[in-house]
Each structure stands twice: as C-alpha cells, then as structure tokens.
C-alpha cells in the first residue's frame, strides 16, 4: 500500500493539502457562516462552468469508465466498479438512511436563516439526504482510479484538481455543505484505494487481458 501511495503521490500530496484546508475551514467558521462566506464569491462565468462541471460525478460515469476499462484491463474494470458500488454502499446508507433528514443548503437556509443565497438558474435544488455528498464521492472514485492507472504524474495532479472542482461544485450550486464533500471524498478514497489494492493482488492472469484480448482460459 505504501508503493502504490508513493507511486501516486502527486495525486495524494495535494489531496491531503485539501483535506487540511477543508479541516481548516470548519474548525474556523460555523456550518452556516461558511456556506455563506463562499457563496458571496459568484459570477456568471463560474455559475455556467460549475452548473455543467458537476456532472462529472454522475452515477452513469461509473458505468461509462467501467466500459472503457473493459477494453483496457478486466482487473481494472473489477477494481473499480467494486471499489464505486462500496462506496455508493457506505455514502446511502448514511444518506438515505442514518442521516436521511439532513438538510441540504437551500432549505436549511430557507428554514434558519435570513441570507439570502445565490443560487443558480435551471438547477434544481434538492431539500434533504446532504451528508455525505454522493457526486463528490462518485467524482473522486473516477479520477482516482484513472490517476492510479496512468504513468504521467503531472496528469496525477491534474485529475486531482478535477476531483476538487467537481467536489466544490456541489457547494457552488448550495446543493451540499463543506463538510458533506469533505466526507464524501475520504470515503471514496479509502474504499477505491483498498479494493485497487486488493484486486492487484488477484493472481490470475486473465485479468490482465481485456475484451480486445484473447486471454489463457486455464490461469
């Protein structure tokens, strides 16, 4: 597990400087207090690039790259798609079912608070179920699994900074707080990374073939 880190560590260096500054900010300001200093940092330009940038943590991305990496390595494939339905797993059954009656950012701010939000035209803005965030935890399952997959570590970096937006996406569009991102990417992180981990240890051959690929059927 060390190796694999250090191999990656382009992606996880700047993801830990994202999980302090995240800490950071929490133990600084208040849940509300935070979602309205960030929500004061607005434009029309980020209102488009975000409204569009977060569907980059739909749930049909785990299919689509699942697909892709049929055609690259089954051991790929295997380890991402079970390392995604983990998450998925672990994220709703706090969502939907230990934590289902959390407020999302818009209705908690109609119900407690006086400040008025800014919100962005043509989303549609979701009342309950926001810890942890699910986008964010589908996005981070993504562009992890394609940084441990790629060789350039630059590109490590930079799928990391996309997982990031896509995360601060969901407190742009007040459709999840601070702390339900901050969660949700520790989640995917963790169970994406062990089941990479552990499926790299599958000692079968075939798995290293792909549908392209005529594989040994007897290994």
């Given at each position: 597990m060390k190796k694999l880190i250090s191999e990656n560590r382009f992606f996880f260096l700047p993801y830990v400087l994202f999980l302090l500054?995240?800490?950071?900010?929490?133990?600084?300001?208040?849940?509300?207090?935070?979602?309205?200093?960030?929500?004061?940092?607005?434009?029309?330009f980020f209102d488009g690039f975000f409204r569009y940038l977060t569907h980059l943590g739909d749930g049909t991305m785990i299919a689509i790259?699942?697909?892709?990496?049929?055609?690259?390595?089954?051991?790929?494939?295997?380890?991402?798609?079970?390392g995604s339905l983990l998450t998925a797993g672990v994220v709703n059954l706090f969502k939907k079912v230990l934590l289902d009656d959390m407020y999302r950012p818009?209705?908690?701010?109609?119900?407690?608070?006086?400040?008025?939000?800014?919100?962005?035209?043509?989303?549609?803005?979701?009342?309950?179920?926001?810890?942890?965030?699910g986008h964010t935890a589908t996005a981070f399952n993504v562009f992890l699994m394609l940084a441990l997959v790629c060789k350039n570590q630059y590109l490590k970096g930079a799928l990391l900074?996309?997982?990031?937006?896509?995360?601060?996406?969901?407190?742009?569009?007040?459709?999840?707080?601070?702390?339900?991102?901050?969660v949700g990417s520790i989640i995917s992180v963790i169970l994406l990374l062990a089941s990479f981990y552990w499926v790299e240890k599958w000692n079968?051959?075939?798995?290293?073939?792909?549908?392209?690929?005529?594989?040994n059927p007897s290994k």
């Open positions: 500054v995240c800490t950071f900010l929490l133990l600084t300001f208040t849940k509300p207090g935070l979602h309205i200093w960030l929500n004061q940092a607005h434009s029309s790259l699942t697909i892709i990496f049929l055609f690259v390595k089954y051991r790929y494939a295997i380890a991402f798609l079970m818009s209705k908690y701010f109609e119900l407690f608070e006086t400040y008025q939000l800014h919100l962005v035209e043509g989303v549609n803005q979701h009342s309950l179920q926001s810890f942890p965030s900074l996309l997982a990031v937006l896509v995360a601060y996406s969901r407190v742009y569009l007040s459709q999840h707080f601070i702390i339900d991102i901050t079968k051959t075939w798995l290293d073939s792909s549908v392209l690929t005529k594989a």
